[in-house]
């Protein structure tokens, strides 16, 4: 007997199968994929996949169409987009459910009377402007701005914060730069307090838009991301979608391992601490997840935040080497080179 209920059974399977659906055939094409094309002991052997950590948000303005474009054209497998509601419910693709970090609303006098104390639990503190506040055409009327300090400030005030369903059209409307077609990570992001201010059902939106698109079967090139295993649990439920479940730390996948019918997911994204202990060592994190099937996708690697002090390449070769099976990067284009450096042989 299985150690899987049937339905976990038939998405693992599936979730083993996208990396062949990347490659498109069962070879070494040099990038995702291949059964045994990875040195490391990641499932399979098959190579990471590179997930585009907010688009190439290490260069541009997060969640921006023009980002995820960049993030493909640097070699990204999959474009990541948080997602949250608008006043009048539509899914749009940005990491706060607060506006002043990543757009141009401060500047925006007719917006200066929407500032308000949070209504998100998470930031009781913060005045802010908030997505929940704005109708989707007050959003699109907002510009894009980059919050990270030191990164470039370029394409600030040129691009829209685009809708979930944009996101996806474009991910049907092009390729990676291996010709494989691209895959969406959408992540639901605080979907309990969207609950709480009276908004659709989260986990029913977004399974919407996907089957809008054609992308919401088994073999579509989707992972759904959560950090609340509530959602996680009943979306799971919802798709044979792969559905992974983010842990900022391992007190909360304990706490999500003691649920009933746990594991209820596909797919587990750590926080890279997680991974390693204070000498280098597993923590058995990517171990205990690979006896079950599961692969694991670590965040975040970013050129410009090291981890232990070390060149970012350094550490996603040493994190590689721990068996990872994909990883999400500000900066896909240096994650490209950095696997393409792995597979090539190359030091
Ligand atoms: O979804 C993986 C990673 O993005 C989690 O961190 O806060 O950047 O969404 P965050
Ligand atoms: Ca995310």
């Known amino acids: 007997?299985?150690?899987?209920?049937?339905?976990?059974?038939?998405?693992?399977?599936?979730?083993?199968?996208?990396?062949?659906?990347?490659?498109?055939?069962?070879?070494?094409?040099?990038?995702?994929?291949?059964?045994?094309?990875?040195?490391?002991?990641?499932?399979?052997n098959r190579t990471?996949?590179?997930?585009?950590?907010?688009?190439?948000?290490?260069?541009?303005?997060?969640?921006?169409?023009?980002?995820?474009q960049r993030?493909?054209?640097?070699?990204?497998?999959?474009?990541?987009?948080?997602?949250?509601?608008?006043?009048?419910?539509?899914?749009?693709?940005?990491?706060?459910?607060?506006?002043?970090?990543?757009t141009d609303v401060a500047s925006k006098p007719e917006f200066a009377s929407r500032k308000r104390k949070s209504p998100d639990p998470e930031f009781s503190d913060r005045e802010d402007w908030w997505a929940a506040d704005f109708t989707l055409a007050e959003l699109k009327t907002l510009r894009a701005v980059q919050p990270f300090k030191g990164r470039p400030k370029t394409f600030d005030g040129l691009y829209q914060i685009p809708t979930f369903d944009e996101v996806l059209e474009l991910a049907k409307s092009r390729v990676t730069v291996t010709s494989e077609p691209v895959c969406v990570y959408p992540e639901a992001k605080s979907p309990a307090y969207h609950a709480g201010i009276?908004?659709?059902?989260?986990?029913?939106?977004?399974?919407?838009?996907?089957?809008k698109h054609g992308m919401d079967d088994a073999g579509s090139r989707v992972f759904i991301q959560s950090f609340e295993p509530d959602f996680v649990k009943k979306i799971d439920a919802m798709t044979d979608l792969p559905v992974v479940m983010l842990v900022s730390d391992k007190a909360a996948l304990d706490a999500a391992m003691a649920m009933p019918g746990a594991p209820f997911w596909q797919g587990l994204g750590p926080n890279t601490g997680m991974l390693r202990d204070a000498n280098g060592k597993s923590t058995g994190v990517?171990?205990?997840?690979?006896?079950?099937?599961?692969?694991?996708?670590?965040?975040?690697?970013?050129?410009?935040?090291?981890?232990?002090?070390?060149?970012?390449?350094?550490?996603?070769?040493?994190?590689?080497?721990?068996?990872i099976d994909g990883f999400f990067t500000d900066f896909a284009i240096t994650g490209y080179a950095v696997r393409n450096d792995v597979l090539h042989g190359v030091d």
């Not at 939106?205 to 089957?211: D, E, G, H, N, V």
């Not at 171990?287 to 060149?311: C, L, N, S, Y």
């Open 1 to 44: 007997m299985s150690m899987f209920p049937a339905m976990m059974r038939i998405k693992i399977l599936g979730l083993l199968a996208l990396p062949f659906a990347l490659s498109g055939c069962d070879t070494l094409s040099g990038m995702t994929g291949a059964k045994g094309d990875w040195p490391y002991a990641s499932l399979g």
């Open 48 to 68: 990471p996949l590179l997930v585009a950590h907010r688009g190439a948000s290490g260069h541009m303005p997060e969640h921006t169409l023009e980002g995820y």
């Open 71 to 102: 993030a493909l054209n640097d070699g990204a497998d999959c474009i990541e987009p948080d997602l949250v509601f608008s006043k009048d419910g539509v899914l749009v693709a940005r990491h706060d459910t607060y506006l002043s970090t990543t």
């Open 286 to 323: 990517i171990e205990a997840a690979h006896a079950k099937g599961i692969p694991v996708h670590p965040w975040t690697f970013r050129d410009d935040q090291p981890i232990d002090g070390k060149p970012i390449a350094t550490s996603m070769k040493e994190f590689f080497a721990l068996g």
């Open 198 to 211: 009276g908004h659709a059902d989260m986990a029913e939106k977004i399974l919407a838009s996907l089957k």
